[in-house]
């Protein structure tokens, strides 16, 4: 990593290759047409050491230097073609959803980023979703919760399954208002019949879904991204160098 010393904050890192580049050019490519945009990293970074007052070194007598440096480290994650995750959510007799994932949360907070995805997809409140924890014998599959790849590919397949029960929610609404459901909208709490403005609740539907029908309420989606959303860390190092002895110090 040694060229990212040459980083100045006025050019653009690209693969090892070091050239002047637009003031909001900092970036590392990666796979074919790619890149990281470290910028921000960088500038905190630099702020944080005092970059400009230490760069690139400083003679500190008795044969010695002391300079800074910096690296970017990341982490795969998400990784493109390989990770993969299953969501399954189903609309519960009182109206509310019933999401079972496959990720667990290990103080991530990834339940409640899972309920919040699925809120704002089905257009209604974080409380009516409950988020059933993994269980190996019965829960969807999911690669495993770790970094962005947590919200990444879970929740887009969170998402995805979400798009689908909609769907499926304003279709049995639409049956049971005697309607095609090209003229039905759902909004979230009720499924209405645009040209004649009779509506039906999510509840009504989820509670006589539960007798004489024969499409459940459920919806199951998967998930694999063909890009992968690494995080990445930028650090920078203070180092004295005895030019004499290649002794160092840090």
Sequence with gaps: MNWLRRWNGSGCVQGEEYSEGRADDACILWGESRQLCARPLLERAKE?????????????????VRGVGAALAMQGSGI?????????????????????????????????????MAAECLDCGMEEIIVHGVYTDASPYDTGSYASST????????????EKL????????????????????????????????????RAEIGNR???????????????????SPPPFMAGMAEVEEDKETGQVER
């Design 166 to 201: 909609r769907d499926m929610i304003r279709e049995k609404g639409a049956q049971y208002l005697g309607c095609s459901s090209d003229d039905t909208e759902f909004d979230g709490e009720d499924v209405i019949d645009l040209k004649t403005g009779r509506t039906i609740s």
């Design 209 to 227: 879904a539960m007798c004489s029908n024969q499409d459940a309420l459920y919806a199951s989606e998967a998930f694999s991204s063909p890009v």
């Design 48 to 64: 944080m050491i005092g970059w400009d007052a230490k760069y690139p070194c400083r003679d500190m007598g008795n044969g010695k």
């Design 80 to 116: 493109s073609g390989v990770d993969t995750a299953s969501v399954g959510i189903k609309v519960n007799d009182d109206g509310f959803y019933s999401l079972m994932v496959g990720a667990a949360d290990m103080g991530t907070g990834c339940d409640t980023i899972f309920a919040q």
């Design 151 to 162: 919200t990444y590919v879970t929740g887009m397949a969170v998402v995805r399954t979400c």
